[in-house]
């Protein structure tokens, strides 16, 4: 199995930015896209970022193009994300997660294409 630990998540006032880590382990972390999602409380989980096994391709939802960008270190089993410009409606818990699939723009927006997730870290976006 393959095991993802987030970390970097804390309070910033808006326009402020943050950088997410996820540690993995357990498998070649390489042999996996790696996705960024994130859930408010009451809300459903939304895909924010993906990133193709090799560092290929990126996909980002709408809501963060141009603010964030996700990035991987394979040496260091580890994927990044940056966030810039940060709003209110950023405030979620985030949550990385690691998949088998080939990802598609039809598959890489639905988080059941993603089999392992972290605990998530909180990151919260308030005056």
């Known amino acids: 199995q393959v095991q993802l630990v987030e970390s970097g998540g804390g309070l910033v006032q808006p326009g402020g930015s943050l950088r997410l880590s996820c540690a993995a382990s357990g498998r070649t972390a390489s042999s996996y896209a790696m996705g960024w999602f994130r859930q408010a409380p009451g809300k459903e989980r939304e895909f924010v970022a993906a990133i193709t096994g090799r560092g290929g391709a990126t996909y980002y939802a709408d809501s963060v193009k141009g603010r964030f960008t996700i990035s991987r270190d394979n040496a260091k089993n580890t994927v990044y994300l940056q966030m810039n410009s940060l709003k209110p409606e950023d405030t979620a818990v985030y949550y990385c997660?690691?998949?088998?699939?080939?990802?598609?723009?039809?598959?890489?927006?639905?988080?059941?294409?993603?089999?392992?997730w972290g605990q998530g870290t909180q990151v919260t976006v308030s005056s």
């Open positions: 997660a690691a998949g088998q699939l080939l990802l598609s723009g039809s598959n890489v927006r639905s988080f059941g294409t993603y089999d392992y």
